[in-house]
């Protein structure tokens, strides 16, 4: 509490000391503003040009975050790989070559650091965490993606590595325990599953079905009749009342799993839960930061997570016809918008990009801009100009 409580206070000092951080802190204070969807495409080019501004700021071809104060971090592996379909999805809508080729360099500095085993480390680059099953999970959706641009095996052999690896270390109850953040099992996994069925189109190995298989029945065993999920949080602390970020993960996660697997109960199961939030949102005009068992909200907006949940409205709306979902994604991603625009009266590291809480000391990545907070923008952008990123 106390090492909290001095993380604040400094944090807020060096700001207020700086005239673009101060601005910028003024501007989360006053509160977002509802844009147009008229500024929809405007809006993703600057995600899209942050996210390659990102890129160019550390020693290699990743991506790394932004700090207020700490200013820029390392590249992270698993934000990097699927920060590639991105990248691909908005060079194709937006007729703009640039994102496409940091892709591939993207993709290619990932072979670079993928490990004996075939899994990506945990964390950012220079840590030396170890191989983790969700980090590992996002970049195979990278190599796939550019895979399909290119054509060029070496990413699909990366690929299949990878997915070998994690249906080794994969628990008998389906999960993924001890080769995961904080080494216990969390439903967000549903987001691994996913990658490892469109694998499974590719190749037709039936192991990286399977497992997702057996993964998805342990998930299922996790969710309340509510929609409600255990087990969902990135934390040990506070699991009782996950963050939209990991409810996001796991309702996305079932999406996907059910087209590839046609099953409608997966797809029943995500609808709970995306139902629960679009009430909530549809009532209240936003989100909160965790929801506990009977969906009761608390904490700070946090932007990531409204991005993720605006990608599965869109998606259910596509495949449901339902106009509340089209509504609720509409209606988010010009909040989120507004949120954007705020960016621009910081500093010119953050212009573009959106923070990772709304208002930006919000206790998820607090004074942050991570890059897949602006990443799963870009993808609730590229969601309302009718694109759904494939991967």
Aim: net charge neutral; hydrophobic share 40%.
């Amino acid at each position: 509490m106390i090492r909290s409580a001095l993380s604040y206070a400094r944090c807020f000092a060096l700001c207020l000391a700086r005239a673009n951080e101060r601005r910028l802190i003024l501007a989360h204070r006053a509160g977002s503003v509802r844009t147009s969807a008229a500024d929809t495409r405007h809006a993703l080019r600057a995600a899209i040009t942050w996210l390659m501004h990102a890129q160019d700021q550390g020693r290699d071809d990743g991506v790394g975050s932004y700090h207020l104060v700490d200013g820029w971090s390392a590249s992270y592996p698993e934000t990097t790989g699927y920060i590639i379909p991105t990248l691909l999805a908005a060079s194709g809508h937006l007729h703009w070559s640039e994102p496409k080729e940091r892709a591939l360099r993207a993709a290619d500095w990932l072979l670079t650091v993928q490990r004996a085993e075939g899994s990506w480390q945990g964390g950012r680059i220079g840590e030396d965490r170890p191989g983790i099953v969700f980090n590992s999970a996002q970049v195979i959706r990278g190599m796939l993606a550019v895979h399909a641009a290119t054509k060029q095996d070496k990413y699909l052999r990366a690929a299949v590595r990878c997915a070998d690896w994690i249906v080794s270390v994969q628990e008998p109850d389906g999960t993924w325990a001890r080769h995961n953040f904080l080494g216990t099992a969390r439903v967000y996994d549903s987001y691994v599953d996913a990658p490892l069925l469109h694998l499974h189109a590719i190749t037709r190995d039936a192991r990286h079905r399977e497992a997702a298989e057996r993964n998805v029945a342990w998930v299922l065993s996790q969710q309340q009749e509510n929609g409600w999920f255990r087990n969902a949080d990135n934390t040990l602390k506070h699991n009782d009342r996950p963050i939209t970020h990991t409810l996001a993960y796991t309702i996305d996660g079932l999406i996907e799993s059910s087209q590839f697997l046609e099953r409608p109960d997966l797809m029943q199961a995500a609808q709970r839960a995306a139902d629960a939030l679009l009430d909530q949102f549809l009532r209240d005009g936003t989100l909160r930061g965790r929801y506990d068992a009977t969906w009761n909200g608390s904490e700070h907006m946090i932007s990531t997570g409204c991005a993720q949940i605006a990608i599965c409205w869109s998606r259910l709306h596509r495949i449901t016809g339902e106009a509340r979902y089209a509504e609720g994604a509409s209606r988010m991603v010009q909040i989120l918008e507004a949120v954007q625009r705020c960016s621009a009266q910081g500093p010119s590291a953050v212009q573009g990009a959106l923070p990772g809480s709304f208002p930006l000391w919000g206790r998820y990545e607090k004074f942050a801009f991570p890059n897949w907070a602006t990443k799963y923008f870009a993808d609730a952008l590229l969601c309302a100009e009718g694109v759904l990123p494939a991967y």
